[in-house]
């Protein structure tokens, strides 16, 4: 065997090996990794293996960007840095959904610029990642649940418990946020009562659990309110917010995701992704029900 064909098979052995491990930790589709052929019914060979195992690693490194960023407030970096450029891109929660780039930038990166960002600490930890990257190599589809804490001013303490679901998509080469969906379980102040049990306030406007009259706010509302009040609407401490201060509009809004209440049922949503050939075979995570 030639030196160079020798080396390349010892590091994907030692890569693919690497990302197994990982992967069996972590509990993310080792079946993804191990399958002998992909959904396109192609046949594995050692280095496509490899490749899916990067591009899997790739794509959950991805996602933790996204949460690093956000916990900075450097929102405008993250559009710039870990997002698709494609007009295209979306975010929807459990009240709204902006369907393109400009409604996204002007409430995720316009709107915290509005805001006061002492005090605040927004963290959203992200765990028991499933992730399916296309036969083709070009997009990827991937969930996680998250507990976290949202703090602001004025004395602002909430819990958060949420599950993500995100579509991903390869630009020159690297792995980029397309698609973020948003599925809020709750946020309760952590001096409730019952806490989330009866004051959950990251449900809809108008639905039967609401912890507030009118569901989500945003950080720039809690602000002017000195801290008092509903949450940031959506995921993450400000990610919605239609026609709040300095949040923008949403191009749609709705009940989208009631999250819990004393009447919930578990349920399996968002359905984690199956195997699939090309982004034509899959459905975007914010067009689902």
Sequence with gaps: MKVKGLVTLLITLFVTGFIYSAAFAAGFGIAQVAEGTNACGKKMTSEMKAQRALDIAEVINIAGMHEYYHSALMHQEELDNVWSKRDDISWKNNSQYYANRKDVYVFYADGVKNMPKKGALWYHMLATPVVVVAGDGQTAQAVWQSFGNVSGSGGMAQWTEEKYAMDFIKEDGKWKIWHLRTYVEFYTNVDGEKLWATQNLAAPKGASNAGSPGGFTTPA???????????????????????????????????????YSENYMPIFKPVPPSPYCTWKDTTDYNKQE
């Design 221 to 259: 509302a809690v602000a002017s309110q000195g801290g008092q009040g509903a949450p940031p609407s959506g995921s993450q401490g400000g990610q919605g917010g239609g026609g709040s201060p300095g949040m923008g509009q949403a191009t749609e809004e709705g009940n989208y995701y009631e999250g």
